[in-house]
């Protein structure tokens, strides 16, 4: 079965630091790849996606993600977050011969202190 | 903008009551799901749809049904709710992977609790 680990569940960082999210999933072949943002009270929302190309991928608010293929891994990064960016991360994949299921970690909780 | 917009915020209800939790989008989108959401288990699908009156189960369809009449709607039945399906309820849509990329966008969300 497919999986999608999140290793860090709860993380609690200072403004200004630094902010690394992993995550890992369990498929081999062609992947898309996701991280969604879930801010208080807020529906689901897209951060950035890879499908080919660029290893590295920018998203919105500062946010980038490195895919990994050798590690199938997608791990998101910040290199100074801010208090508004206190909410839950989920990463989520997308196998590209399975049709249109996703599957999603479990998300991690990301509180930033100002 | 795509919009994906689910009946109710908040839904309060008795067990073994028959609970529809509706879901709307206006993009024209052909896939549409149900997702649960609960605390450390991160989302996980019931079931979805890829096109009008088909339907797939996901990963966990016990005690839900679905209903997809038009393809601006997707609604998830709990036949007889039950307290182990009190849960947030995400509805998503999208555009096949091969078309659109495949990227979900996300309600609000409905906050069921059953008593």
């Known amino acids: 079965a497919q999986s999608v680990s999140q290793h860090n569940h709860h993380v609690i960082l200072s403004e200004a630091a630094s902010l690394e999210l992993g995550c890992n999933y369990s498929?081999?072949?062609?992947?898309?790849l996701f991280w969604y943002v879930q801010y208080p009270g807020q529906h689901l929302q897209l951060l950035l996606k890879?499908?080919?190309?660029?290893?590295l991928v920018k998203g919105i608010k500062g946010f980038e993600a490195e895919f990994i293929k050798s590690k199938f891994s997608f791990n998101l990064r910040k290199p100074s977050v801010q208090w508004s960016d206190t909410a839950e991360y989920f990463c989520?994949?997308?196998?590209?011969?399975?049709?249109?299921?996703?599957?999603f970690g479990t998300g991690t909780s990301l509180t930033v202190i100002p | 903008d795509v919009k994906v917009t689910q009946s109710s915020r908040y839904l309060v209800k008795r067990t073994g009551e028959k609970v529809f939790l509706e879901c709307v989008q206006d993009?024209?989108?052909?896939?549409m799901f149900w997702y649960r959401q609960d605390p450390g288990l991160g989302l996980r699908l019931i079931y979805f749809?890829?096109?009008?009156?088909?339907?797939e189960k996901g990963d966990i369809p016990e005690g839900y049904s679905v209903s997809r009449e038009k393809k601006e709607r997707f609604s998830l039945i709990l036949e007889s709710a039950s307290t182990n399906q009190t849960s947030m309820y995400l509805c998503?849509?999208?555009?096949?992977?091969?078309?659109?990329?495949?990227?979900?966008?996300f309600g609000p969300g409905t906050r069921l609790t059953v008593t």
């Open positions: 989520a994949v997308r196998p590209q011969n399975t049709g249109n299921q996703f599957y």
């Open positions: 890879y499908f080919s190309g660029d290893p």
């Open positions: 998503a849509s999208s555009r096949p992977g091969t078309s659109g990329r495949g990227e979900q966008y």
């Open positions: 749809s890829y096109d009008v009156k088909m339907k």
């Open positions: 498929y081999g072949g062609t992947v898309n």
């Open positions: 993009m024209d989108h052909e896939n």
